[in-house]
Nanobody, 124 residues
Framework: QVHLVESGGGLVQAGGSLRLSCAAS????????MGWFRQAPGKERAFVAAIARSGDTTRYADSAKGRFTISRDNAENTVYLQMNSLKPEDTAVYYCAADRGFYPPVTPRGIDYWGQGTQVTVSS
């Protein structure tokens, strides 16, 4: 059983930056492809970014391309999401996700483990 804990969320003005972290315990992170998803009030959980087990392949939602960067440190069992040029529409709860597959998970379906989420609020 892998336990994921997100941190780094908060309130930021539009144009600002945040770095989210996802620390894993109870398992070896290198055995999982990892992803970040977000859910705004009244909306479905949506893909943001994902990274393969080895870190050599990444995928981004169109809304995240050029602004967000996903990375991982398997030795530290941690995944990161650097978010720059934040916009009010980025406001959501951000969830870390672990998938036993090799490839970056780009859909919430089939995710093996979820974190509890961290709130990101971007003010205009």
């Amino acid at each position: 059983q892998v336990h994921l804990v997100e941190s780094g969320g908060g309130l930021v003005q539009a144009g600002g930056s945040l770095r989210l972290s996802c620390a894993a315990s109870g398992g070896t992170l290198s055995n999982y492809a990892m992803g970040w998803f977000r859910q705004a009030p009244g909306k479905e959980r949506a893909f943001v970014a994902a990274i393969a087990r080895s870190g050599d392949t990444t995928r981004y939602a169109d809304s995240a391309k050029g602004r967000f960067t996903i990375s991982r440190d398997n030795a530290e069992n941690t995944v990161y999401l650097q978010m720059n040029s934040l916009k009010p529409e980025d406001t959501a709860v951000y969830y870390c996700a672990a998938d036993r597959g090799f490839y970056p998970p780009v859909t919430p379906r089939g995710i093996d483990y979820w974190g509890q989420g961290t709130q990101v609020t971007v003010s205009s």
